[in-house]
């Protein structure tokens, strides 16, 4: 059965190929490309932190299919290292896809990712 993980990492080669290319072209070649994002795949939260606006926000979640398109547009930009937060993450649910399948998703494409939760 497949679990969601707090990080996988695919520390290869090709990793570090990357991120040295990533080194060069943002240094000598003035190429600036995001290397790392944010993905906020839902508002609700099952905690209310005094400090914290998206529990007072209107209570939106990504579509899978959402969630399946940001994650490709972010690997198009550059992106190699994602974390699928929220609000609580794991509360996320699009009828059949849950979490799992975020992360399974997110796996497919990145060196590295990550689920933020409470
Ligand atoms: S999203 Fe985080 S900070 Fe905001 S209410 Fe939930 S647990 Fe608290």
């Not at 190429?31 to 007072?56: D, Y």
């Not at 579509?63 to 699928?84: A, P």
Request: charged residues 25%; glycine residues 6%.
């Amino acid at each position: 059965m497949r679990r969601p993980q707090g990080l996988t990492q695919k520390m290869n080669s090709a990793w570090y190929v990357y991120l040295l290319s990533y080194y060069v072209k943002s240094r000598f070649l003035n190429i600036k490309r995001p290397l790392m994002a944010g993905v906020k795949i839902t508002h609700l939260c099952n905690l209310k932190c005094r400090h914290c606006p998206f529990w007072k926000k209107e209570k939106v979640s990504l579509s899978f299919l959402q969630v399946k398109n940001l994650l490709r547009r972010l690997y198009d930009l550059g992106v190699r290292l994602v974390i699928i937060e929220g609000g609580e993450p794991f509360l996320w649910k699009d009828n059949v896809y849950d979490i799992r399948d975020g992360v399974s998703e997110a796996n497919k494409l990145f060196f590295s990712s990550g689920v933020t939760s409470n």
